[in-house]
């Protein structure tokens, strides 16, 4: 199959919105962009659509999806709220909507079991990217999207990016430019609570918990160990319930080809003789030495000397991409500060790396 790109940037969005929503329409899988990072879509009604997601990624079947809508009011259609639940969940919708924030809540039958993974809830977003809201708006259907990577891999922040990823698996990318919030949404599972609502962070994202306490309790849910995991998994044959709080929250995940150490201080690595090392610096100021310390083959920032969050999230996966690309034996990276945004961003770096 050939994968076409249209670029919608310039206006010429209408064309690309127009093939992107045919190509729902007829069951086939786009790639679309949104503020997080580029989805593959489907037509979230349509289960043999939805089956293309999964193949095109070689996602397993225990990973279940995120819905996007084009209207706020759809969430009725596709989600089971009482009347107490709703009320903290319009508080969500109406400060975080649209925007980088997932709600994980109960699911109507409408939503094909293969969307959720055999759960009976359905996690659910409303893009903020223009593109994306005109083409959910255009089907009138929720749209299935994942992230357009190979599971696993690094999340594509680009058109470029994602046909590295899906070359001649997928017909269309729709080329939105470059992602603005550039790391996956925020999850929450929404709960009314005895006091307050309870909010369970399933993933940090872009909404950073400082966000969500102005509605709610966070909770962050018990993390299993790796161990843990893999014998849950087992025992379930891979489908279902594996996991009550994060299902498809694989530990490692988002990883570049070439091994990545992550090291709270750079410094205290120990290069092999004849082997090439990128290092992946935070801000790029010399702490400890560390910059000096080795002939690094190739030295990228995440934020040049500045040391701002929302930089380096943008910067991350493109980042890691280019390292990814440039053929050294290992990238050694440092976590960024522990707050805010920070607390995704060293989600991600950890989750790619080697442990
Ligand atoms: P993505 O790969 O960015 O589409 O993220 C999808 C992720 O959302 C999955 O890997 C799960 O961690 C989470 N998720 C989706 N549906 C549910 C659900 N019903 N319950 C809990 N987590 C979910
Ligand atoms: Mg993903």
Redesign the pocket.
Known sequence: METEIVYAEDGEANEAIIKATRLLEAGEVVALPTET?Y?LGANALDADAVAKIFAAKDRPSF????IHLGRREQIHEYCDISPELDEVVQKLIQEFWPGPL?M?LP?KDIIPDIV??G?P???VRMSAHPIMQEICKGLGKPIA???ANKFGRI?PTSAGAVLKELDGKIPLIVDGGACNAGL??T?I?VEVGETKPQLHL??AGPVVKEDLQKIGKVIRPKKLTERARKALLEKQGGRGEQSP?????LESHYAPSTPLYLFDKPGDFIPEEGKSYALLSYRGQEKDGYMELYDWDVVEELSPGKGKLGEASVRLFHVLRMLDECGVDAIIAEPVAETGLGVAINDRLRRASQR
């Open positions: 990072v989805g990973d279940p999806l995120i997932t994980v699911k959720t993974s759960l809830t359905v996690a999207a994942p992230s999340s996956e949404s999850i599972r399933l993933r709080e994060a299902p498809g929250m």
